[in-house]
């Protein structure tokens, strides 16, 4: 078993960057009970973001961030107001098309504005290897994940120790409550959203180096999201960094034992799986709740 | 009467449009609208009157059309055997689906159905041996009714039409039948139906699986008329949006609505790919781009879609003239 410290190591890579894109949707789903289907989109915005600063200016990616961070976090404040603000008491399924809708416009302004090309960034870092206990990686994947978990355990601390996290944790367990309460929950839902697509926003910064960028590369992230996001149960943060770990594994995993080709039919088969059994998730019920699963 | 008049006027201009407009790019379009409405129709079966909105109906869609393709190449057997094996494998997916997921509602159902149809996009485009993998299927053209094979649009637009109408009928059986208010009781209010003894669950699969064979038709029909069949395209998420798009726009669960969505977005569609085709291929992107925005506003401001809210206005003015 040469392999096994580089499968475990590949996992808990991978799980770190798909911790920080999940831990944005199901905290727009725990705390505004939206399922945003245009996730995947901002993620492929941060791509673009990336991919453009490097070309253009030479800029690596990681100094990016810097930038990526407050604009997403705009992005998000814009699109909160101009979209999601009028749906969120809205039924499911206006809800569900909102984001669709608005997952479809985004996807075509990529293709719009930069085709639908193949483009890759390649910063001197991803040509590093780096070894951890004998097995090879390169730097961009080790720089990723640390970003990645650097942010996660950021937004972690935010909501338990400020008093903006309080008043979302609040919200998210009884939005009519915390409006008694004197919280303006529009504020909230505000702020919960602009959190999520900056969260993401700075995954897709993160992961340019590591998967080629167009206009619906999204898709293929924010699925895997979904699976991570109902295996944790939605809503639940720290249930999306478990189900984070257990995709990472069974894709790094199931590519070794049947071959890359096959590993999205494995997650989703077992996404169908958890949907079927455990729609509320591994270890969540609050989310499940709420839409009367 | 009164009731099916928008619909004798839409089908009726349809029929008659052949006979004085010769063009070649109208009667296209003529045939992609009808197309695309009855497979909104379809999709309106189970996401409009049974309230079981889903985003993988692709997959039924990508079924009908793999099975006509590979049985004409591989077994050189006749379209509508495919479309009939089509509509049986369809129907068999959709009560696996509509059964392992009939506890799931709204998101949920959503997830579950997209995930379904990317399962098959994954299988169909890897598995080469069966499928012939990414590259997708060319329909062989035989001319003739009992292979499926027009050279004249004005042919297509007559089939077309014959699977638009029956589409359009068995959504207005719904609207009229018991089964058809009980699958209203059900999408209403789930449980205080199941509390009058309707069996929802079982109607809820049978209204998914007879969606899905419908839908399975028209992927069929769509392959023959195409005559090619694309992995990335019959089975993309794009797609499955697309049927949604036109019934949500038009009206769910209403049986005209798939098909004024339909006029609206695909004669929309066809006309910006006209114009922008000449400029540059990323162009085309602009219409899907307004389809995006179209279908926020939309949902926003008359969920109920046009011909919901026409009919609401129609009343509204008709109570006015009697008052």
């Not at chain 1, 004998?134 to 909501?159: D, E, K, P, R, Y």
């Not at chain 2, 009164?2 to 407009?21: D, N, S």
């Not at chain 2, 029909?221 to 395209?233: S, T």
Request: hydrophobic fraction near 55%; glycine fraction near 12%.
């Amino acid at each position: 078993m040469t392999a096994l410290p580089q499968l475990l190591i590949s996992t808990v890579l991978l799980g770190g960057i798909y911790a920080l894109i999940a831990v944005g949707l199901t905290l727009i789903f725990g705390i505004m009970r939206v399922v945003n289907f245009a996730h995947g989109e901002f993620l492929m915005l941060g791509m673009y973001l990336a991919f453009w600063s490097f070309t253009w200016w030479g800029v690596d990616p990681y100094f990016i961030l810097v930038v990526a961070v407050p604009l997403f976090f705009a992005i998000g404040l814009g699109v909160y107001a101009l979209v999601m603000r009028g749906v969120i008491h809205a039924s499911h399924n206006v809800q569900i098309f909102t984001t669709v809708g608005l997952s479809t416009a985004l996807q075509n302004v990529a293709l719009v504005l930069w085709t639908g090309d193949f483009r890759f960034v390649r910063p001197w870092e991803s040509s590093v290897v780096v070894r951890i206990l004998g097995a090879a990686f390169n730097l961009s994947q080790v720089i990723a994940f640390a970003v990645a978990l650097l942010f996660t355990l950021a937004l972690f601390a935010f909501m338990k120790w400020t008093h903006a996290g309080r008043v979302m944790r609040a919200t998210a367990q009884d939005g009519e409550a915390a409006t008694l309460m004197g919280i303006n929950t529009d504020r909230v839902y505000r702020l919960a959203f602009a959190i999520g697509i900056a969260c993401v926003g700075v995954a897709g910064v993160l992961v340019s180096p590591l998967y080629s960028v167009y206009p619906t590369a999204g898709l293929q992230f924010v699925l895997l999201a979904y699976v991570v996001v109902v295996l944790g149960g939605l809503g639940d943060m720290v249930g999306a960094l478990l189900g984070a770990l257990i995709v990472a594994g069974v894709e790094v995993i199931g590519s070794y034992v049947f071959g890359s080709a096959w590993k999205e039919v494995i997650y989703f088969v077992l996404f169908i799986a958890v949907l079927v059994f455990r729609p509320a998730g591994l270890f969540g019920q609050r989310g499940a709740e709420a839409l009367g699963v | 009467m009164r009731r099916h008049a928008l619909a004798v006027g839409f089908f009726g201009a349809a029929a008659l449009t052949p006979l004085v407009i010769h063009d070649g790019f109208f009667l296209d379009s003529l045939v992609l609208i009808l197309m695309w409405g009855a497979v909104s129709g379809a999709w309106n079966v189970a996401g409009g009157y049974a309230g079981q909105v889903s985003l993988g109906h692709s997959a039924f869609f990508g079924i009908g059309a793999y099975s006509a393709a590979l049985m004409a190449t591989r077994l050189h057997a006749s379209p509508w055997l495919g479309m009939l094996a089509g509509a049986v494998v369809a129907t068999a997916a959709g009560l696996v689906i509509g059964y392992l997921s009939n506890r799931l509602k709204g998101p949920y159902f959503a997830l579950a159905t997209i995930a379904f149809s990317q399962v098959l996009l994954i299988v169909a485009s890897r598995w080469r041996a069966f499928t012939a993998g990414s590259e997708g299927v060319p329909v062989p053209f035989r001319p003739g009714f009992w292979t499926l094979g027009f050279a004249s649009k004005v042919s297509w637009v007559y089939l077309v039409l014959c699977l638009a109408l029956a589409i359009y009928l068995v959504q207005v059986y719904l609207e009229r039948s018991r089964i058809g208010y009980q699958l209203a009781g059900v999408r209403e209010d789930e449980d205080a139906a199941q509390a009058l003894g309707i069996p929802s669950r079982r109607l809820k699969v049978r209204a998914i699986a007879a969606s899905a064979a419908l839908t399975s038709v028209c992927g069929t029909l769509w392959a023959q008329y195409v005559g090619f069949v694309d992995p990335f395209y019959v089975f993309s998420v794009d797609l499955s949006v697309r049927f949604a798009l036109n019934a949500i726009i038009g009206g769910v669960g209403t049986a005209m609505g798939p098909f004024v969505g339909s006029l609206l977005i695909t004669s929309l569609e066809t006309t910006l790919r006209a114009v922008f085709s000449d400029i540059r291929g990323g162009l085309v992107g602009i219409y899907l781009i307004i389809y995006g925005c179209l279908l926020i506003v939309v949902v926003r401001l008359i969920p109920q879609g046009l011909v919901g809210w026409f009919g609401q206005r129609i009343r509204a003015a008709r109570r006015y003239a009697r008052a």
